[in-house]
C-alpha cells in the first residue's frame, strides 16, 4: 500500500475497515478493538503493525506489551478498548464488509471494486482504469 500511495499522492485515499474473522481467529476481535483503541492516541498504525508481528501470540498480555512498547496511556487504552464505542465501530465496520462481500483479510478495493490482483502494477492497472473514467476518458 505504501508504494501504490507514493505513486498516487493526489488521487489515492487508502481506509482501513476492521473486519476480524471471528470464528476461525477468536483474538482478532480484541485485536481489532486493540488497533481502534490505539488510535484514539494517534497510534493506530504502530498498533497495527505490532500486532502483525505477533500474530502467533494475540493475548491480553501481547496487547498491553504492545500498548507499553508503543507509549500509550495503559488505562485509556484498556478503557478505549472495553468501551461500548469501540466495540460498536468494530461492528459496524464488520457489517460493512459483509455488505461489501467481504470474504477474507485483506480484502482491496478501488473505487468500491474488488482489486483483481494485488501486485503493485495490477494496483495499477485497476487505478488508472479508474482515473480514466473519473476525467471523461
Same mark, same amino acid.
Given at each position: 500500500?505504501?508504494?501504490?500511495? $507514493?505513486?498516487?499522492?493526489?488521487?489515492?485515499?487508502?481506509?482501513?475497515? $476492521?473486519?476480524? @474473522?471471528?470464528?476461525?481467529?477468536?483474538?482478532?476481535?480484541?485485536?481489532?478493538?486493540?488497533?481502534?483503541?490505539?488510535?484514539?492516541?494517534?497510534?493506530?498504525?504502530?498498533?497495527? *503493525?505490532? @500486532?502483525?508481528?505477533?500474530?502467533?501470540?494475540?493475548?491480553?498480555?501481547?496487547?498491553?506489551?504492545?500498548?507499553?512498547?508503543?507509549? @500509550?496511556?495503559?488505562?485509556?487504552?484498556?478503557?478505549?478498548?472495553?468501551? *461500548?464505542?469501540?466495540?460498536?465501530?468494530? *461492528?459496524?465496520?464488520?457489517?460493512? #464488509?459483509?455488505?461489501?462481500?467481504?470474504?477474507?483479510?485483506?480484502?482491496?478495493?478501488?473505487? #468500491?471494486?474488488?482489486?483483481?490482483?494485488?501486485?503493485?502494477? #495490477?494496483?495499477?492497472?485497476?487505478? *488508472?482504469?479508474? @482515473?480514466?473514467?473519473?476525467?471523461?476518458?
Amino acid at each position: 500500500m505504501d508504494q501504490v500511495l $507514493q505513486a498516487y499522492p493526489k488521487d489515492v485515499n487508502f481506509v482501513m475497515k $476492521q473486519f476480524p @474473522l471471528r470464528q476461525i481467529h477468536p483474538n482478532a476481535d480484541p485485536a481489532a478493538r486493540a488497533s481502534l483503541a490505539a488510535g484514539k492516541q494517534g497510534k493506530f498504525w504502530e498498533m497495527h *503493525d505490532e @500486532l502483525y508481528k505477533n500474530a502467533r501470540n494475540l493475548s491480553p498480555e501481547t496487547f498491553k506489551g504492545i500498548a507499553e512498547k508503543i507509549g @500509550l496511556d495503559a488505562k485509556k487504552f484498556e478503557a478505549d478498548m472495553n468501551s *461500548d464505542e469501540v466495540k460498536k465501530q468494530v *461492528d459496524e465496520e464488520m457489517k460493512q #464488509g459483509e455488505t461489501a462481500s467481504v470474504r477474507g483479510t485483506p480484502s482491496f478495493f478501488i473505487n #468500491g471494486k474488488v482489486a483483481q490482483s494485488r501486485s503493485l502494477e #495490477g494496483f495499477k492497472v485497476q487505478i *488508472d482504469e479508474e @482515473l480514466k473514467k473519473k476525467k471523461g476518458g
